[in-house]
C-alpha cells in the first residue's frame, strides 16, 4: 500500500472506549495493535503524531494520565489500544499492581493481538519495567517494535548509541524484536513505523 493510503487509513482512527479492565474491552475478533510504554516517555504524543490527530489521545504533563485501556478503532476489524503509562505514575501502589495485572493479561491472552508498539524515552531505554514487558511479549511469542522517542532532544551520535543499546539486548536474547528512533516534533520515523503497523495488521 502507498504511504498516502496508509497514512489516510491511520488518520480515520476514531475513538471507541475506556477499558478498566481486559473484560470491558470490545469483542475479541479482527486484530488490533497495542501502544504501551511507561509514564512521561511521550506515548500519547507518538500516538497522535502516527494518527496526525492531535486529539486522539490526551496529552498531560500529569504522568499517568492514561488509566484505561482507550480502543480506538481503524476499521471494522482493525484496532489500536492505548495502555496505561506504568512506573512512574503518582497512584497508589494498589493501584500500579492492578495495572500491571490488566496489563500482563491483555498482552498474554488477547487473541486478536497482533504486535505491540513499545514506547521508550531514547534518553532512558531499558528501564526493568520495559524488561518486564519485552519478557511478557517473548512468552507470548507477541511481535514487538521499540519507538525510542524524543530522539530530537538527543545528537546523531547518542541516537546511533541508544539504538544500538536495544537491538543489542534484543540479540543477546535471540529476540526477533526490532527498534527504531522516533520524534513526535520532528515528525521522524513516523514512515517506518507504520509499515510495522500495516504489516501486522495485514493492510
Known sequence: MNPEKLQAIFKSANFLLSAVKTTQLPEDTGAEVAFVGRSNVGKSSALNTITQN???????????????????????????????GYGYAKVPEAMKRQWEQELERYLVERQSLAGVILIMDSRHPLKPLDETLIGWAATAQMPLHVLLTKSDKLNNNENAKAL????????????????????????????????????????
Open 54 to 84: 492531535k486529539q486522539l489521545a490526551r496529552t498531560s504533563k500529569t504522568p499517568g494520565r492514561t488509566q484505561a485501556i482507550n480502543v480506538f478503532t481503524l476499521d471494522e476489524s482493525r484496532r489500536i489500544t492505548d495502555l496505561p
Open 164 to 203: 544500538a543499546k536495544v537491538k543489542n539486548y534484543f540479540k543477546e536474547r535471540d529476540l526477533r524484536f526490532t527498534a527504531q528512533g522516533f520524534s513526535s516534533l520532528k515528525k521522524r520515523g513516523v514512515a517506518e513505523v507504520l509499515s510495522v503497523l500495516s504489516g501486522w495488521l495485514a493492510l
